[in-house]
């Protein structure tokens, strides 16, 4: 795989061990960088014509269309009832991402020069004199920002991957995981303590990340019990859909004996609260969000690690019963590429 951007990416993980009086220096070096964004992105796209060319693909897509931001997110945001099916759709839509990096690219680096470099700069004498510490912040926001664009050239690199896959110049694609709950729970504490308004934004994360755990857990637990018998070895994964509602899910864990009416009841308390936090801007004190993520992290696992009660025959008609409903989908194989079957459910 060809692919331009990885010298940038290297750069900027050299950047992320510079001292602040290093950073200071680094305005043309990063506004450099947004001329070899561009640079390399024409050559990632002119090497797509070429191979489309080459392979005589016909396919109805105006490059210079994804400029127009509007029709830039319409591609990339696409309609669960317009999943991109068809080859061309397909490649579509990772060019349309390819294109969205790249903007993302040079707002973030834009934000590092205009903002945090001048952050350092200001703070950097107060930090050498002892009159304030603020420069270790500043310096750390650097550092998150070299990571994230790291982490920007590495999906646009599986985008570009997905193109070279469904033109059949390359057979193998990076394997795309779900994090584990490990790292959601680890990226939820992460954000409180590197924000300073964390605590305006964060409880949706919170109650995302108890709704992971006890989707995967469940999840877990019925694919442990079909394959207990030698039945269903081909369930890779089961994935709840947007069909299956909060109430239906409870009952599901009582049915399971998983959890019993009082712990229910608080999980339930969570799931409201984070509907108002998102729908009515409700600000939670910091004390609470903390419990909350540690009850989910400790408690919630401590409840969920008993052996689902339902028998194999029991579990069977459950299981069915939710895949007729369409309340379930199936994963057959693990899917490595992007859209997948999870952005389907």
């Not at 392979?55 to 991109?84: A, G, T």
């Not at 270790?136 to 050239?153: G, L, P, T």
């Not at 694919?223 to 239906?248: G, P």
């Not at 029991?314 to 079957?341: C, G, H, M, R, V």
Request: glycine share 2%; aromatic share 12%; with cysteine.
């Amino acid at each position: 795989m060809i692919c331009y951007l990885d010298e940038i990416a290297s750069k900027f993980n050299v950047y992320k061990g510079l001292f602040p009086n290093e950073v200071i220096k680094l305005n043309d070096d990063l506004k450099h960088s947004e001329i070899e964004i561009d640079e390399a992105f024409e050559r990632d796209i002119k090497r797509i014509k070429g191979i489309l060319n080459e392979k005589h693909v016909k396919i109805n897509i105006n490059f210079k269309s994804f400029d127009n931001p509007m029709h830039l997110y319409q591609c990339v945001l696409y309609r669960r009832s317009k999943i991109p099916q068809s080859q061309a759709d397909v490649i579509k839509l990772y060019v349309a991402n390819m294109h969205l990096c790249k903007r993302v690219l040079h707002s973030l680096i834009r934000y590092m020069y205009e903002k945090i470099i001048n952050f350092i700069r200001n703070a950097l004498d107060d930090y050498e004199n002892r009159r304030d510490n603020r420069l270790i912040k500043n310096q750390y926001e650097f550092i998150n920002c070299c990571e994230n664009v790291v982490s920007i050239i590495w999906d646009y690199k599986v985008f570009y991957e997905q193109i070279e896959i469904n033109l059949d110049v390359k057979s193998k694609a990076t394997i795309l995981k779900l994090p584990s709950r490990y790292e959601m729970i680890e990226g939820i504490k992460q954000s409180l303590m590197r924000t300073d308004k964390a605590q305006h934004v964060i409880f949706p994360a919170v109650r995302l990340g108890l709704e992971f755990i006890i989707l995967e857990d469940i999840a877990i637990k019925l694919r442990q019990r079909l394959h207990e018998c030698r039945c269903y070895k081909d369930v890779k994964d089961i994935i709840f859909t947007r069909k299956m509602s909060k109430d239906e899910l409870f009952q599901l864990m009582k049915e399971m004996d998983l959890c019993n009416n009082e712990q229910i009841d608080i999980i339930d308390r969570i799931y409201e609260w984070g509907s108002r936090s998102v729908h009515q801007g409700q600000m939670l004190p910091i004390s609470l969000i903390w419990s909350l993520l540690f009850f989910i992290e400790d408690d919630l696992r401590n409840m969920m690690q008993e052996n689902s009660k339902l028998q194999f025959k029991e579990t069977q008609e459950k299981y069915l019963a939710l895949l007729y409903d369409q309340k379930i989908q199936i994963i057959n194989s693990w899917q490595t590429y992007f859209p997948s079957f999870y952005n389907r459910a």
